[in-house]
């Protein structure tokens, strides 16, 4: 073995580059492989996502439909049940507000709670959050416990 017929071991070398712009002898130099004048042969140029060749894009083919309120306010829905289910894990849960719902992560601290009338509430709660269903207010009060709506 000498520097002469070395190689290197097979399936190391998978494509072999040819470095372009390196002059005439190279096979591609002068326009460096990208033809002649035109957007595509200057440094810079770069072709806008979903460019169809003037064509008119698919994105604005496509016919838009719907309304997106931009002042909708999402709630992060709780359910009675799921009351119930932190009163019997907690015993001493007797006060649930937002606070302790993020503590327990029932809740993240931006989100904007509404209590949800579904299961059934079996235990004595004080409950103090942004929204309350009819039915689950109801449900609330109807063991002897508060339903206070945040402003």
């Known amino acids: 073995m000498e520097l002469h017929n070395l190689t290197p071991a097979e399936g190391s070398n998978k494509n072999k580059k040819v470095r372009i712009g390196r002059?005439?002898?190279?096979?591609?130099g002068g326009t460096a492989?990208?033809?002649?004048?035109?957007?595509?042969?200057?440094?810079?140029?770069?072709?806008?996502i979903g460019f169809e060749g003037g064509?008119?894009?698919?994105?604005r083919r496509v016919p838009k439909f719907g309304f997106k309120n931009i002042n909708r306010?999402?709630?992060?829905?709780?359910?009675?049940?799921v009351l119930q289910s932190i009163?019997?894990?907690?015993?001493?849960?007797?006060?649930?507000?937002?606070?302790?719902?993020?503590e327990?992560?029932?809740?993240?601290?931006?989100?904007?709670?509404?209590?949800?009338g579904r299961g059934e509430l079996k235990?004595?709660?004080?409950?103090?959050?942004h929204k309350f269903t009819k039915s689950a207010k109801e449900?609330?009060?109807?063991n002897g416990g508060t339903a206070v709506e945040l402003a």
């Open 123 to 129: 235990a004595k709660l004080d409950v103090t959050v």
């Open 104 to 116: 327990n992560g029932y809740a993240h601290k931006n989100d904007r709670i509404k209590i949800l």
């Open 23 to 28: 002059g005439q002898g190279s096979g591609k």
């Open 55 to 59: 064509q008119m894009p698919l994105q």
């Open 139 to 142: 449900g609330i009060e109807a």
């Open 33 to 48: 492989a990208r033809g002649h004048k035109g957007a595509k042969s200057r440094s810079g140029y770069s072709r806008k």
């Open 87 to 102: 009163a019997d894990a907690d015993k001493d849960a007797k006060v649930i507000d937002l606070a302790y719902l993020v």
């Open 73 to 81: 306010v999402e709630y992060l829905g709780i359910n009675l049940d």
